[in-house]
């Protein structure tokens, strides 16, 4: 039975989160958002909204090793495991301005919750701030790409009343897959750890984070085998800052959570060290090659089999 609502915890989480952000650049096409807007705000951070509904519901279902055992570790598979999967089938261009930008962002992001969490808890004021950092994130994103050469393109909408009930039809139907997927995975991560013996922490960090990290692994895999690799990046950077700011952010102001000793000590300075490791790669030589990619792979292997051992 466990295994049943893990399984099917996933495929919500998974189907759900797909149908949102459809229905969501669809939407925001209709809405004349521009297609440089919805990349940065609808699809980013939807591929995130499994991420958002697992932790919440950890948190509020008293498991706080899920909870953030979830945010870090999917920030650690998204580089380790998906961005080294990614680089390893087709390098991955970074300009450097990119690089400098917004790996910088990502590695404040970090340091700031690593920073927050420092005192055993993350309340209600410290998710103000992470919130408020991620509206401050927003804004300078949009004061920095809204003359680009993107900013007056608009996705082609069709014009009735049936392709608006659509739209929010695949919205509605996305939230209720990643809410619902997202109450039967803590459930099954829950009841394997208590039948397994495993802390909730290492179900957070593995299982339950990888798991939801499905959406973030099938874009950037595709985008790997199409060529269009630069998205890759962008996908990653953009869906941790987001898990950092946004989902560590709600979760705090919603409930208070608190910081399991081994996610403080070790998993969040891993995470650091990570963000680190991608900066260095991808400045060098503007690119994660096929070698760094490979690296990071091993690197998620060693850290598996640390925090499981």
């Not at 970090?110 to 992470?130: C, E, K, Y």
């Not at 013996?197 to 939801?212: C, D, F, K, N, P």
Request: some cysteine; overall charge neutral; glycine content about 14%.
């Amino acid at each position: 039975m466990t295994a049943i609502l893990i399984v099917a915890g996933l495929v919500l989480l998974f189907a759900g989160g797909e149908l949102l952000v459809r229905g969501a650049i669809l939407v925001a096409a209709r809405a004349r958002v521009s297609s440089l807007m919805i990349g940065l705000t609808v699809v980013g951070f939807g591929t995130s909204t499994p991420e958002l509904a697992t932790s919440l519901q950890s948190a509020l279902a008293g498991s706080p090793g899920i909870a953030l055992g979830n945010i870090v570790g999917s920030n650690i598979a998204n580089v380790l495991l998906i961005l080294g999967l990614a680089a390893m089938i087709l390098p991955i261009p970074c300009p450097l301005p990119r690089v400098m930008s917004d790996g910088a962002l990502m590695l404040g992001a970090s340091l700031a919750l690593t920073g927050l969490a420092w005192g055993g808890l993350l309340g209600r004021f410290d998710g103000a701030i992470l919130v408020a950092c991620l509206a401050g994130y927003l804004w300078f994103m949009w004061r920095q790409n809204r003359t680009g050469p993107e900013s007056g393109e608009f996705a082609p909408v069709k014009s009735g009343w049936r392709f608006v009930v659509l739209e929010t039809s695949l919205v509605v139907a996305g939230i209720a897959g990643v809410v619902f997927g997202g109450h039967l995975l803590v459930r099954g991560a829950i009841d394997l750890a208590a039948h397994a013996g495993i802390s909730e922490t290492v179900i957070g960090l593995t299982i339950v984070a990888v798991g939801t990290s499905l959406p973030e692994l099938a874009t950037s895999l595709v985008a790997a085998i199409r060529g269009q690799q630069d998205i890759c990046y962008g996908n990653i950077v953009g869906s941790n800052i987001f898990n950092v700011l946004g989902i560590a952010g709600v979760t705090a102001l919603t409930k208070p959570v608190p910081v399991p000793g081994d996610i403080l000590y070790f998993d969040l300075p891993v995470m650091i060290a990570v963000c680190l490791v991608m900066s260095i790669f991808s400045a060098t030589g503007a690119r994660l090659t096929r070698g760094e990619g490979a690296i990071l792979l091993a690197g998620y292997g060693v850290y598996l089999f640390v925090i499981t051992t």
